[in-house]
T-cell receptor
Framework: DAGVIQSPRHEVTEMGQEVTLRCKPI?????LFWYRQTMMRGLELLIY????????DSGMPEDRFSAKMPNASFSTLKIQPSEPRDSAVYFC??????????????FGSGTRLTVV | GENVEQHPSTLSVQEGDSAVIKCTYS??????FPWYKQELGKRPQLIID???NVGEKKDQRIAVTLNKTAKHFSLHITETQPEDSAVYFC????WGGGNKLTFGTGTQLKVEL
């Protein structure tokens, strides 16, 4: 398996533009997580899905952020309009549970977003 | 919800020495505790984990201990090497919340020659 695949690896955009980040989880994993990482705030959970259904989006900063998971192999995180304070590394991670046993996350390589 | 505290925030050791990173958690029902290593500019990677029915787990130079009574767990790295330099995150899986992990704030470990 190629692991969790994120695209793009780097994104530079102007304030006010729409940004879409993409993630392909590991096949067979039933959980998908979106995290944001900054020096000031560390790793922040934005939203997570279980079997393609959003379970907890309480970490989404505001209405400018939205996430979808139309099927088990694809998820997007969209920021519209983008602002300089959204600049960060965005990680997607996936994991699976079996018979009530939880397993650790596998993270993607991340998308480094810079909003100028 | 679960709350995880991690100490120290930075740790500097001489090559060959041991390093210990400690975490405490708040939810007594937490049952899964992974540790992640993140090298500069890279993704966090799972290096070891422990479940609540085990007190200690070891993998070569890395070990994790869990004290459920005190609600704390620790990462031990022996015979440290320069390639161990990275940020280390602890995490805990609390009651409910599906497979959601709560992460500590990270420890920057520097192994000096």
């Amino acid at each position: 398996d190629a692991g969790v695949i994120q695209s793009p690896r780097h994104e530079v955009t102007e304030m006010g533009q729409e940004v879409t980040l993409r993630c392909k989880p590991i096949s067979g994993h039933d959980y998908l997580f979106w995290y944001r990482q900054t020096m000031m705030r560390g790793l922040e959970l934005l939203i997570y899905f279980n079997n393609n259904v959003p379970i907890d989006d309480s970490g989404m900063p505001e209405d400018r952020f939205s996430a979808k998971m139309p099927n088990a192999s694809f998820s997007t995180l969209k920021i519209q309009p983008s602002e300089p304070r959204d600049s960060a590394v965005y990680f997607c991670a996936s994991s699976f549970s079996s018979g009530g046993t939880n397993y650790g996350y596998t993270f993607g390589s991340g998308t480094r977003l810079t909003v100028v | 919800g679960e709350n995880v505290e991690q100490h120290p925030s930075t740790l500097s050791v001489q090559e060959g020495d041991s390093a210990v990173i400690k975490c405490t958690y708040s939810d007594s029902a937490s049952n899964y505790f992974p540790w992640y290593k993140q090298e500069l500019g890279k993704r966090p990677q799972l290096i070891i984990d422990i479940r609540s029915n085990v007190g200690e787990k070891k993998d070569q130079r890395i070990a994790v201990t869990l004290n459920k009574t005190a609600k704390h767990f620790s990462l031990h790295i022996t015979e440290t090497q320069p390639e161990d330099s990275a940020v280390y995150f602890c995490a805990a899986k609390g009651w409910g919340g599906g497979n959601k992990l709560t992460f500590g704030t990270g420890t920057q470990l520097k192994v000096e020659l």
